[in-house]
């Protein structure tokens, strides 16, 4: 069998499956299973596919065509403009995130050296891209998921940012101990804020294969919220700032809770790519 074969046979069965992005998905599989990239892949359909590599893209194939999502079948995953290392079980990172990491950067290059925790680290990808972009700081994540944070570890070796990245296992903040509980110039976190009631209607590679804990924000979708803007206060820094994703029919809603604590600012709101509200920024009232 040779590349074009693979392409071909894969395509069909995923167009039959109605796997979403059937092409995209195949060429993925083929430049996985062979090391090569999707233009060289592209750029030579007769290359033939050894019995090894055969075997592995049937193996990925079969379980794409269930709606298993390429980043699990590849275990890794792009995100500002880095790869990281995903597993079953940890939430995967999405484009749209990106904002929520630019804006968290706008606000941690006004301190020198900033301090930063990320609530909910996943994989890690929001507090390793920051690290990268910045000249100095103190990172930490937290998550209620040890094999996020196994997972994240993992992705904090492979970019060398063991001095600078600090994990911590638990729920929320109550993973942070002793003096790292207060003055965190930044914090941000991307939290689940599906609405219970809208999970069986995600998407299969979704609902199917994501860990519900990092899609279900209950009813309203609120409840991650109304814990993290209940306890947030004492941990930020005078000067600090929070970023936080958010699903755009939640914006008018965390208004009001915002709005209701008094002591935060009115938020500022960014729109992802797709002109959707994604992000709210706010600090301590002045």
Do not use: W
């Amino acid at each position: 069998m040779n590349v074009q074969e693979a392409l071909e046979s894969a395509i069909n069965l995923f167009q039959q499956k109605k796997v979403e992005s059937p092409e995209l998905s195949a060429e993925l599989l083929a430049a996985h299973v062979t090391g090569l990239s999707r233009t060289r892949i592209l750029g030579d359909p007769s290359r033939p596919l050894s019995k090894e590599e055969t075997r592995d893209f049937n193996a990925l194939v079969a379980r794409r065509a269930k709606c298993e999502p390429i980043a699990y079948l590849t275990g890794q995953v792009e995100f500002y403009s880095h790869t990281f290392k995903i597993i079953k079980g940890v939430f995967i990172p999405r484009p749209e995130t990106e904002i929520l990491v630019e804006k968290a950067l706008e606000d941690a290059t006004r301190f020198q050296c900033p301090k930063i925790l990320d609530v909910g680290t996943g994989t890690g990808c929001i507090l390793i891209a920051m690290a990268h972009n910045l000249d100095d700081g103190e990172f930490h994540g937290t998550d209620i998921s040890n094999t996020a944070i196994q997972c994240a570890q993992a992705n904090v070796r492979d970019h060398n940012l063991m001095n600078y990245v600090t994990l911590h296992e638990g729920n929320m903040f109550q993973a942070l101990r002793g003096s790292l509980i207060n003055n965190f110039d930044v914090i941000v976190s991307n939290p689940p804020y599906i609405k219970s009631s809208d999970i069986p209607s995600l998407p299969p590679d979704v609902r199917n294969y994501e860990p519900t804990a990092c899609l279900d924000g209950g009813r309203e979708g609120l409840n991650f919220y109304r814990t993290f803007l209940d306890n947030v206060a004492p941990l930020l820094s005078p000067e600090g700032a929070i970023c936080l994703e958010i699903d755009p029919s939640l914006k008018d809603p965390l208004f009001d809770l915002i709005r209701r604590k008094r002591v935060f600012s009115q938020p500022e709101v960014t729109k992802d790519l797709a002109g959707r509200d994604r992000v709210l920024r706010f600090g301590f009232n002045r």
